[in-house]
């Protein structure tokens, strides 16, 4: 295994691999693919506060670094030591870009060693924050997988009721016009006028004709 393949296996796995980095370096997080090496071990836990959401998706990385308690001044180090190699030509070699910022750093009195430990304090602490959101993320993936089949359920109980009714209503109707039938065959027996005479002169019943043709 190269020594670049190698960054995969360092510090628990939270550094990311680029297929085409040269030997000895990490993917810069530009080109980061976002995933951790899958033999990442077990997350400790690295900060003393909660850390800052990421509202929409953006991250407050100065929020997140705070509450890991990483100091401003070990911050802006590594930011000097990543505006002294991106002033650096690309096609400089790699060991040459080493030995100019070393140098550059030394003479600005910054230790090396410190800048390294606050890199990967500040990649310990991102790769907690994607952790800890990832399970805060499953955590409401499984509450909302819970209530959708909870609402899911009571759809289609609705639905059943919905289906019985109807058909309740269709056999009903059904039952009761057979009924008519039978009935209406013995006052046909009698005849039409019989009927309608009847109708009109008692207090019971109702003409349903006598409503057709108001307005």
Known sequence: MSEGRGWGSTVLGWFIVREDAPAGEAAPATEASGEAATNAGPMPNV???????????????NGVFDAAGIGREDRDRISKADELLGSLPAETPVAVRKQIVEASLKAFGVPIDKIIETGVEE????EGY????????????????????????????????MEQRVQEQQAVSAACN?????????????????????????????????GQGAT
């Open 47 to 61: 900060f003393s506060t909660e850390p800052p959401a990421a509202t929409g998706g953006k991250v407050d990385f």
């Open 178 to 210: 057979a009924r008519k039938l039978d009935v209406q065959r013995i006052l046909e027996f009698f005849g039409q006028e019989a009927v309608a005479r009847v109708v009109r002169e008692s207090p019971k019943l109702h003409d349903p004709s006598a």
């Open 130 to 161: 994607i952790r800890s959101g990832a399970a805060d993320t499953q955590k409401v993936l499984e509450e909302s997988t819970r209530r959708v089949q909870q609402y899911e359920d009571e759809i289609r109980n609705i639905r059943t009721v």
């Open 123 to 126: 990649i310990q602490a991102l």
